[in-house]
T-cell receptor, first 114, second 115 residues
Framework: DTGVSQDPRHKITKRGQNVTFRCDPI?????LYWYRQTLGQGPEFLTY????????KSRLLSDRFSAERPKGSFSTLEIQRTEQGDSAMYLC????????????FGQGTRLTVV | DQQVKQNSPSLSVQEGRISILNCDYT??????FLWYKKYPAEGPTFLIS???IKDKNEDGRFTVFLNKSAKHLSLHIVPSQPGDSAVYFC???WGSGGSNYKLTFGKGTLLTVNP
């Protein structure tokens, strides 16, 4: 399978715990995006990378959130001191180059904070 | 500030008929538009796109129309099939030479195609 892969698919955590999600983009794609989707909403942009450089972060990304893409391949999204409001589907997408083209999404990680 | 709006949360059609999903946008800088389909517990899947230099793009049963003056686009599915039942997201993109190309999504429309 050469699509975008996200791990884990589901995560249940207690409030206050830290969680980390992983995304493996399509191999030749140099742009990687993180989005968050809550019930009744469309995906909301969180941050994106071109290769290993993080080029933009949304104001939705509080100080408790950090994302990395250390070698320009896979990426991780960490949430520290989780809150119930962090419960959402976290989506990763990748795309090629600087052309306007469709982004390919992974299946997402469903986070539930209890 | 919702820059991409899908004002119909849901739409129900009969199998074989046309489905028309609508989308409005407010940011005149958007110049590339996409439709995604999403099943529960899965990520969005790309369907079809259109550049702002065109007013129509067709791919099999799916056609997207763009009316730039009205800042409106629509997705037509003909004929509709039960397997088309999903949430459809309209998304828009803008950016120039190396700057950010991030998708801005609408809230989605749940399409139900009844057999």
């Amino acid at each position: 399978d050469t699509g975008v892969s996200q791990d884990p698919r589901h995560k249940i955590t207690k409030r206050g715990q830290n969680v980390t999600f992983r995304c493996d983009p399509i191999s030749e794609h140099n742009r990687l995006y993180w989005y968050r989707q809550t019930l009744g909403q469309g995906p909301e942009f969180l941050t994106y990378f071109q290769n290993e450089a993080q080029l933009e972060k949304s104001r939705l990304l509080s100080d408790r959130f950090s994302a990395e893409r250390p070698k320009g391949s896979f990426s991780t999204l960490e949430i520290q001191r989780t809150e119930q409001g962090d419960s959402a589907m976290y989506l990763c997408a990748s795309t090629r180059g600087s052309q306007k083209t469709e982004a390919f999404f992974g299946q997402g990680t469903r986070l539930t904070v209890v | 500030d919702q820059q991409v709006k899908q004002n119909s949360p849901s739409l129900s059609v009969q199998e074989g008929r046309i489905s028309i999903l609508n989308c409005d946008y407010t940011n005149s800088m958007f110049d590339y538009f996409l439709w995604y389909k999403k099943y529960p517990a899965e990520g969005p899947t790309f369907l079809i796109s259109i550049s702002s230099i065109k007013d129509k793009n067709e791919d099999g049963r799916f056609t997207v129309f763009l009316n730039k003056s009205a800042k409106h686009l629509s997705l037509h599915i003909v004929p509709s099939q039960p397997g088309d039942s999903a949430v459809y997201f309209c998304a828009a993109l803008w950016g120039s030479g190396g700057s950010n190309y991030k998708l801005t999504f609408g809230k989605g429309t749940l399409l139900t195609v009844n057999p």
